[in-house]
């Protein structure tokens, strides 16, 4: 907001626009920050990416997954409170791999990034909002015709599994 030196606005008018300003510097860090597209490689520990590749929209989609989905405190915290076996299939890499397995797990989202809402700030909670998955049924989950939630995808797992026990 620009303010004329020689027509200053009230104290309480200073305050409703500040109030403003806080709510969009609020919604815009929840919403990724304001930098032009975070891709820190290092920081996220994220491939690099060929961006002179990449559409406006998915440069668009990349910085926003990067930033809400991948955030690199997100991820870590959800290891540890949900622990590195799948939840689905309860595969462990480290019983598999041994200690190249270590603390190794991929985080997922329950909630898909194109529903939150884009008008209002999001807090993820790390125990709530995610769950641990082996890099198998990551791929299940998110592939087109995949059941819409989590639980619904896990149950389809289970009801799988109990069909291949019987067929045995």
Known sequence: ????????????????????????????????????????????????????????????QLRYHRVIEGNPRHAPTAKQIHGYACQVCEFDFETEYGNLGHEYIE???????????????????????????CANCHRMIHREGAPGTFNDFLQLYVKQKALRQRAI
């Open 1 to 60: 907001m620009i303010y004329d030196q020689s027509s200053l606005p009230t104290t309480q008018e200073l305050i409703d626009d500040l109030a403003v300003l806080i709510d969009l510097y609020r919604l815009a860090t929840a919403r990724g920050g304001t930098d032009e597209l975070a891709t820190d490689h290092e920081i996220t520990k994220q491939p690099r990416v060929d961006l002179s590749r990449l559409t406006l929209q998915e440069k668009r």
């Open 107 to 133: 985080g997922d989202h329950l909630t898909p990034i194109s529903e939150l809402p884009l008008d209002q700030p999001v807090q993820l909670s790390p125990k709530d909002d995610f769950r641990v998955v």
